[in-house]
């Protein structure tokens, strides 16, 4: 009799961290994970780090190759292999592998993993050469040898998101002239305006032009190569152009096998991580997730969640049950001199849910006000009207205030009211902290709003 | 008819935390302060860096001064003045003033904060010139002018808790040749012997000479000048010595007036922070606090501890309700090049509560492998067996380590178990963690263990 078979499609955090669990609780199981990609197991989160030669060799990005994983782990990873359809009834993926050709895998149990694809607005010359999305190692790769090769002088980046902002902080840390487009009215809208304010004069400091509302309309390309991003105001000459639009989940796979997608296409799973087609999983960038605070189902494409999520497949993909508790929104990025967070939710996202509430933010110190290098920090919580309960937290500051929103993560996952994170016991010395830490001076702050 | 007046012993973080909040409820109260000290609301914590020459002048330490308390807040702050005896049923106070004459004042409402005083042993010598313990701004004054007028070469440091360690530290830092002399088998004993064992390592890098296990007999003295200190196993030469001993509650007045006393001779108070006999409050390191983990009253000194009991007094005097929620045991100290953290029970704790336990402990780093800087970082977790409900966190590591504490401070308050620990939606990025955060890798560990 053949070997209980489980197939999965992409190599990269969710996908191989399944793969892995599932490894460990059943040896027995036969483990083939398709990658359409060269690289299994990398940091996408740190590619603009990679682009800024902050870090490197590339290699440094990639946790397991694909020879890891076969000699220390037993799992047929395979590189360069592209998953085509799935047949959900006769329990078989259609594959392309490297040279082209065609076959076909049956399996036990799928999980499709296949990632989150960076949005590629149809524009007039989009298509262009020097034109990157952020997504996979490769994306990364690709970057550093253009600037390399063509050492490219003026770089417009489409899209004030983390990544972004954080490739256009690359793009200048390489010496070029960064632009940045985005066609709402501020960057980091995963912020409220006025904390995403504060990034924004983070970025000019350092030398980005922002153009805030502003609306792409298409690429000039000169012998086929990017030369100007059109704007429906002006046009800005380009040399390489990053598109920083946010990212889709990867599902074309999944809806045309009939799996039914929810939120944002994302695959719709139940907290065990199974879709609702029968021995079909879903992970990471291509799944929903349950957000605690809105109780609605989200599509969050983040490492952690892609991990997480990878872990619970893993356990019960290997015999056990485990559930993934859902994710608060949390978020961290360093932009510039600021380290940026956010979790819960922020006032657009309270305001949709119909929820009475309150804000407060404070201005505080990273140290005790007397210690070398005690630098700026602003908190800002969000709670609801009448309960008093935390529904959310973002923090812009220098050095040691990003970590902060950790305890915040937690209160929120605690159902924490505002009065309760005021008497809680954190940790206080003048190296690390006021005596009331920030997010407690805000957390006092904002009970006299209630 | 005369004012309603408000008597507080105690100028520093829980008095005068008190006597400003209930002046913003109570704008009709006459509020008094007795201070025996030059100086009001200070940072403790900041005297081993002021030693240190890290920080300065003396006045930088210094929230508010007697001046600002009575011009900005119409509180009557009287430094040098001692308070000499409560009676509790005429509700008076014996003061003497700085010009050494008595006299007394009446009180509505007395508020006991009179802080800690450095454990002196009563050994031969003790009282020579030259050794100090470390509890006032005042201290931090002498030890520092002592450095600059005597310039001794030899210092030797009595106790190995936090106080001891920063100030063997900054002593260093100021050029002396330091020993450190503890009576246990371990420095940091509010940590495990093998996380104590990390720190004792970053000590000695930096030169200071450990010697564990050896007791201290007696101060040899040459002109009341202390020169040497005898231990049960040699005599260290000493040209100044620094007592480092811990601290016990300043309750001497209270016991003397009857007030009843708890553990380690603090003051019993209740949530509001009333003692038992009427009127009489007391907040800081001279009052109880309740262990939230424990469910056991406990006596902790910190300035954290003081300015909550402070705030939670001053709204109660001011006429609302407040409760102290209690503490989970956080605190954080730098040592050396590490930055050391704890909550909740240590081993030792724990098995004096009978109960039982399983602990991991994990080595990761403080950022993404691959990101520069990415430093050592250690955590500890405990957990009840059976439950799995986290009971302690120890965390000794490179920059970015400690204010993870806060998220175990935070999980403890939440009474979660390791499991939840492991779902929680932590933030990543590479500059500030690994993908999953150290404190959720040793969940992962310790999982297994229960």
Known sequence: MAKERLLVVGGNAAGMSAASQARRLRPDLDIVAIE??????????????????????????????????????????????????????????????????????????????????????????????????????????QIHQAIAQHQPRRAVVIGGGYIGLEMAEALVRRGLEVALVEAGPQVMKTLDPDMGALVADALREIGVALYLGERVEGFELNHGQVCAVTTD?????????????????????????????????????N????????????????????????????????????????????????????TFPGVVGTAVSKICKFEVARTGLQEQEIEALGLAYVTASIDSQTRASYYPDAGEIRVKLLAERGSGRLLGGQIVGVEGAAKRIDVLACALWAEFDVQTLIGMDLSYAPPYSPVWDPVQIAARRLVKEL
């Open 36 to 141: 359409r990609g060269p690289y299994t197991s990398y940091s996408t989160c740190g590619i603009p780090y990679y682009v800024a030669d902050l870090v490197g060799p590339l290699s440094a990005l990639i946790a397991r190759t694909p020879e890891q994983f076969r000699d220390q782990h037993r799992i047929d990873a395979r590189t360069g292999h592209t998953a085509l359809a799935v047949d959900c009834t006769a329990q078989r993926l259609d594959i392309c592998d490297a040279a082209g050709h065609s076959y076909r895998e049956a399996y036990d149990h799928l999980l499709l993993a296949c990632g989150a694809r960076p949005i590629r607005p149809a524009l007039p010359g989009v298509d262009g050469a020097g034109i990157y999305g952020v997504a996979t190692l490769a994306d990364g790769e």
């Open 233 to 269: 105001q002006q046009q800005l000459p380009a040399d390489i152009v990053i598109l920083g639009l946010g990212v889709q989940p990867n599902t074309t796979l999944a809806e045309q096998a009939g799996i039914p997608l929810g939120v944002k296409q994302a695959i719709k799973v």
């Open 271 to 322: 907290p065990r991580l199974q879709s609702e087609v029968d021995n079909i999983w879903a992970a990471g960038d291509c799944a929903e997730s349950f957000h605690r605070i809105s109780r609605q189902p989200v599509h969050i494409a983040l490492g952690t969640v892609a991990n997480k999520q990878g872990l619970t497949a893993g356990i019960n993909l290997g015999g056990r049950y485990a």
